[in-house]
C-alpha cells in the first residue's frame, strides 16, 4: 500500500474513544490534507465509535485467509450480540472467464415494484427508511430523460401512456465512482462488480456524487431490521449489515451469482423482464439479446460504459 496510508495508522494511543473517520481526518490534516479532512468534517458526528480491532482492519484486498476469517468470526458474532440472529459472512471470489452483464426488457417491466422488495430484504436493508438499491421510475413514452419520470408512484400499474424504467447500479466498465474514492474503499472486481469495503470508507460520499446514475446511498444510521427477517447468507463484500456512515450501492447479488445463483431482483420479476449473464460467453442468453435486439444505455455519452442494457421488444 502507498505511504501515506500506513502513515495514516500512526496515532494508535488515540484508538480507545475516536471512530476511524475521525481519527483518519486527524491523520489526513497532520499530513497536509486539510481540503480532504475538510471534506468529511461534516460526517464526523454521524460515526459509530469503533473498536481497536475494527480500526486497526486492513484494507480488505490486503487480507490473508486467515485474516479474513478472523474477521467474519467477529462480523457475526457482533450481528448477534446487536440483533439476535445467526448468520454467515463469506467471501465468495469472481468466477475465471466471468463478467457479469444485465438486461431489462422494458417491453415486460410493469411498474409492479416485486424486484425493489426483493433487493431490500435480499441485502439486509434498514426496515424503516425501506431502502433499495433499485429505483423503478414511472416514464412518459418516447423519453429516457430521469428528470420526467416518478420512482415515488402508488397507483396501479401499468399505466396508459407510461413504460417503467429500472435503476440501478450499472456496473460499469469505467467507473467514475471508483476513480474519485480518496481511500481506495471501493474498486472492481475481474467479474465487473464494483464493490464497496465498508469497513474502509470514510463516508465522503465522493463516489456518491460522482455516479451519474444516483445508484449509490449514503448509510445515514445503523439499520434497524428484525431478526426473524435479517438475511443469513451474507457475503462481506455484498449484503451483509452495513454500518452507519458509509456508502453502500448494488452488487449484483455477488453472494449468489458467484455461486451460479440469480440475482434476488431477478428471481423476484413475475413478467420475466430481466435477463443476467456472462458477457464473456458467447452462447449466453445475453449475448444473443446483445446481438439480436435494438439495446441501448443510459447517459451513454458520459463514456462510463455501463454493462446493464435496455431493450424493447
Known amino acids: 500500500m502507498s505511504d501515506a496510508r500506513d502513515e495514516r495508522r500512526i496515532p494508535l494511543p488515540v484508538l480507545g474513544g475516536v471512530s476511524r473517520r475521525t481519527a483518519l481526518k486527524g491523520a489526513g490534516a497532520a499530513l497536509g490534507l486539510a481540503a480532504f479532512g475538510a471534506a468529511i468534517s461534516p460526517l464526523a458526528h454521524f460515526a459509530e465509535n469503533t473498536s481497536l480491532d475494527e480500526f486497526l482492519q486492513k484494507h480488505y484486498k490486503e487480507l490473508n485467509e486467515e485474516d479474513k476469517r478472523a ?5 457475526e458474532a457482533e ?21 457479469f452483464g444485465y ?17 431490500h430484504r435480499e441485502n439486509n436493508h434498514d426496515r424503516d427508511a425501506n431502502q433499495s438499491y433499485i429505483r423503478v421510475f414511472e416514464m412518459p413514452k418516447g423519453t429516457t430523460d430521469l428528470a420526467h419520470g416518478n420512482a415515488s408512484y402508488e397507483h396501479d400499474v ?4 407510461k413504460y417503467y424504467l429500472p435503476v440501478q447500479c450499472f456496473q460499469c466498465e469505467n467507473p467514475p465512482c471508483v476513480d474519485v474514492c480518496p481511500v481506495e474503499a471501493t474498486w472492481q472486481e475481474e467479474d465487473g462488480i464494483v464493490v464497496v469495503d465498508y469497513n474502509w470508507c470514510i463516508g465522503c460520499r465522493y463516489c456518491q456524487a460522482a455516479c451519474p446514475y444516483h445508484a449509490r446511498r449514503f448509510n445515514w444510521k445503523e439499520p434497524e431490521i428484525p431478526a426473524e427477517e435479517i438475511n443469513p447468507d451474507q457475503g462481506y463484500l ?5 454500518p452507519a456512515g458509509v456508502v453502500e ?9 458467484r455461486e ?17 449473464g456472462n458477457l464473456l460467453d458467447p452462447d449466453s442468453d445475453i449475448r444473443w439479446v446483445l446481438a439480436n435486439k435494438r439495446c441501448f444505455v443510459l447517459k451513454e455519452e458520459l463514456g462510463a460504459r455501463p454493462t446493464l442494457f435496455y431493450f424493447f421488444d
Do not use: W
Not at 438486461?103 to 433487493?119: F, H, K, P
Not at 401499468?158 to 401512456?161: D, I, L
Open 71 to 75: 474477521i467474519f468470526a467477529r462480523l
Open 79 to 99: 450481528t448477534k450480540e446487536r440483533y439476535g440472529a445467526d448468520v454467515r459472512v463469506r467471501d465468495p471470489q469472481p468466477i475465471p472467464g466471468v463478467r
Open 103 to 119: 438486461a431489462i426488457n422494458l417491453s415486460l417491466c410493469n411498474g409492479n415494484g416485486r424486484c425493489v422488495e426483493a433487493c
Open 158 to 161: 401499468p399505466q396508459e401512456g
Open 238 to 242: 455484498s449484503n451483509r449489515i452495513r
Open 249 to 257: 450501492k448494488c452488487h449484483f447479488c455477488l453472494h449468489r451469482t
Open 260 to 276: 451460479g445463483r440469480m440475482p434476488a431482483c431477478l428471481e423476484a420479476c413475475p413478467t420475466g423482464a430481466r435477463l443476467f
